[in-house]
């Protein structure tokens, strides 16, 4: 990636949760872009002229889980480089994230400053 974006792709099927991460990504400078399930996600992905520095998602998800997205994601190589940050609320996902090999894994409710420590590390 020659030019530097600072967009964020939110993955998370929760309106709520995608909505609280907006804000506090668009309050540090980040573009952010949305998607409810990882069909949408990669949709998204698909459309934009450029990728996002970072994606950030969701794992229970309707329509496309996580595990699924991460899949289509690593076999699409214009979108495999694309490092995806895991969040999560249930207890046990961690272990099973790691077999979808995410640059790392934040467990809902997402702290800000792991948050912001996380994104700033892969979004210039």
């Known amino acids: 990636m020659n030019e530097c974006r600072r967009a964020v792709l939110v993955v998370d099927d929760d309106h709520d949760v995608r909505e609280a991460l907006r804000e506090v990504l668009e309050d540090h400078g980040y573009q952010v872009l949305e998607a409810g399930n990882g069909h949408d996600a990669l949709a998204l992905l698909r459309r934009e002229a450029s990728p996002p520095c970072l994606i950030l998602l969701d794992i229970m998800m309707p329509v496309m889980d996580g595990w699924e997205f991460r899949a289509a994601q690593r076999e699409d190589p ?10 999560s609320a249930h207890g046990q996902v961690q272990r099973p994230a790691d077999g979808i090999d995410p640059t790392a894994f934040l467990k809902k409710p997402v702290q800000l400053p792991p948050l912001l420590e996380t994104v700033a590390r892969y979004c210039c």
């Open 78 to 87: 214009a979108l495999a480089g694309i490092p995806v940050v895991v969040l």
